[in-house]
Antibody, heavy 122, light 107 residues
Framework: QVTLTESGPVLVKPTETLTLTCTVSGFSLSNGGVGVSWIRQPPGQALEWLAHIFSSGRKSYKTSLNSRLTISKDTSKSQVVLTVTNMDPLDTATYYC??????????????WGQGTMVTVSS | DIQMTQSPSSLSASVGDRVTITCRASQGFSNALAWFQQKPGEVPKLLIYAASTLQSGVPSRFSGSGSGTDFTLTISSLQPEDVATYYCQKYNDGPLTFGGGTKVEIK
């Protein structure tokens, strides 16, 4: 069974750095041809894609947030980590991770984690 | 980045109506376009991928079409359980942008 589970702090202060972890099971981050994205959703607002790491290790970021985002993976721990620097109250959102099987036959982001709500407040 | 613009942003229709949502990309790309359904308080659910392929388990009243810059999600006969917000997303490469969403309600 394929699962993704997000974890991280519930509350962070403005200017702090947020570190979120996505722990996956049921597939490999090292040789499975699977990539993982982070997506967020502020309360009552739309989905916003943030960052993606391909199975090759190549990374892609939302251009407007590129300077604040870092995505990485630890294949031995089956984890994908997202850091967001200089957090602001506008970064308050539910943060999701999701996987995509790569290639021409990809069916897109088919499995999502349950999400983790992060509030930015002093 | 390629921008994805959905229209309308919201709609209200009667049970049994045919509903159409459009998604327009600022630049053309492959058919790597997906549609998601998100009900309040729930995780987004994949409905359609590759612009027109129905994900396993999704009712056949949902269909997708389009290519290049213009894509469409159609609900052939709206049901009460279809009340949700629908999002398109490009997933081929580079920034994997979502559309702004379309909220569907029952009249």
């Amino acid at each position: 069974q394929v699962t993704l589970t997000e974890s991280g702090p519930v509350l962070v202060k403005p200017t702090e750095t947020l570190t979120l972890t996505c722990t996956v099971s049921g597939f490999s981050l090292s040789n499975g041809g699977v990539g993982v994205s982070w997506i967020r959703q502020p309360p009552g607002q739309a989905l916003e894609w943030l960052a993606h790491i391909f199975s090759s290790g190549r990374k892609s970021y939302k251009t407007s947030l590129n300077s604040r985002l870092t995505i990485s993976k630890d294949t031995s721990k089956s984890q994908v980590v997202l850091t967001v620097t200089n957090m602001d109250p506008l970064d308050t959102a539910t943060y999701y991770c999701s996987r995509i099987v790569e290639g021409v036959t990809s069916n897109g982001f088919d499995i999502w984690g349950q999400g983790t709500m992060v509030t930015v407040s002093s | 980045d390629i921008q994805m613009t959905q229209s309308p942003s919201s709609l209200s229709a009667s049970v049994g109506d045919r509903v159409t949502i459009t998604c327009r990309a600022s630049q053309g790309f492959s058919n790597a376009l997906a549609w998601f359904q998100q009900k309040p308080g729930e995780v987004p659910k994949l409905l359609i991928y590759a612009a027109s392929t129905l994900q396993s388990g999704v009712p056949s009243r949902f269909s997708g079409s389009g290519s290049g810059t213009d894509f469409t999600l159609t609900i052939s006969s709206l049901q009460p359980e279809d009340v949700a917000t629908y999002y398109c997303q490009k997933y081929n490469d580079g920034p994997l942008t979502f559309g702004g969403g379309t909220k569907v309600e029952i009249k």
